[in-house]
């Protein structure tokens, strides 16, 4: 079974200090991880995925995130926020061998204050 | 090039009445799926098409719920007999494969009075 977890509803953070999303998943194999970002009355974007190779995956807008298999994370950060990256983020996941189709977890809203 | 579209982009319907959601994917990818987003939630998965197999229909809520996709190209997702939890964003998405990055279109608002 696939599952991913966002432990946390809401993130703040001031702008210009760095920021970080969490995200843990559970597969049976390997998996393959993505980040998606919602901007209000939008649909989803593309911020940035692991497949394999390096665990330090960097995508759009100055975000990266690290892969930790040890850990069962794929946390999501930047080293200094925006207000405009304020938005909701999905993680998602899905089993490289096992899986059928990808799971998102359940979102993280970020307010970056001014 | 174009990217995922919908159609309407807001519905509005009676308790009672069946809708017909439409996706025209990305031209090429063969993979296309169906989520459902409440206001201010995640992503609820409905529907996966791949290619030419057999959908996977497993977070289909209802038999209410039914979705096509005819030519490997655009699908159309139906609600029979609308009850108002089923107001919601409905969210297509596409991709190259089914193992890759998906895009996604702006969503249907279904609201059922």
């Known amino acids: 079974a696939q599952s991913v977890a966002q432990p946390e509803d809401q993130v703040n953070v001031a702008e210009g200090n760095p920021l970080t999303v969490k995200c843990t998943y559970s597969?049976?194999?390997?998996?393959?991880l993505f980040w998606y970002v919602q901007y209000p009355n939008r649909g989803l974007q593309f911020l940035l995925k692991?497949?394999?190779?390096?665990?330090l995956v960097k995508g759009s807008y100055g975000f990266e995130a690290e892969f930790n298999k040890s850990q069962t994370s794929f946390h999501l950060k930047k080293p200094s926020a925006l207000v405009s990256d304020s938005a909701l983020y999905f993680c998602?996941?899905?089993?490289?061998?096992?899986?059928?189709?990808?799971?998102f977890g359940p979102g993280t809203r970020l307010s970056v204050l001014p | 090039g174009a990217g995922v579209s919908q159609s309407p982009s807001n519905k509005v319907t009676e308790k009672g009445k069946d809708v017909e959601l439409r996706c025209d994917p990305i031209?090429?990818?063969?993979?296309l799926y169906w989520y459902r987003q409440s206001l201010g939630q995640g992503l609820e998965f409905l529907i996966y098409?791949?290619?030419?197999?057999?959908?996977?229909k497993s977070g289909l809520p209802s038999d209410r719920f039914s979705a096509e996709r005819t030519g490997g190209s655009v699908s159309t997702l139906t609600i029979q007999r609308t009850q108002q939890e089923d107001s919601a964003v409905y969210l297509c998405?596409?991709?190259?494969?089914?193992?890759?990055?998906?895009?996604f279109g702006p969503g249907t608002r279904l609201t059922v009075l």
């Open positions: 998405a596409s991709s190259p494969t089914g193992m890759d990055t998906q895009y």
């Open positions: 597969v049976s194999g390997n998996p393959y």
């Open positions: 692991y497949i394999t190779g390096d665990n």
């Open positions: 998602a996941v899905r089993d490289i061998f096992y899986g059928q189709n990808f799971v």
């Open positions: 031209s090429g990818h063969t993979a």
């Open positions: 098409f791949q290619g030419n197999s057999a959908p996977d």
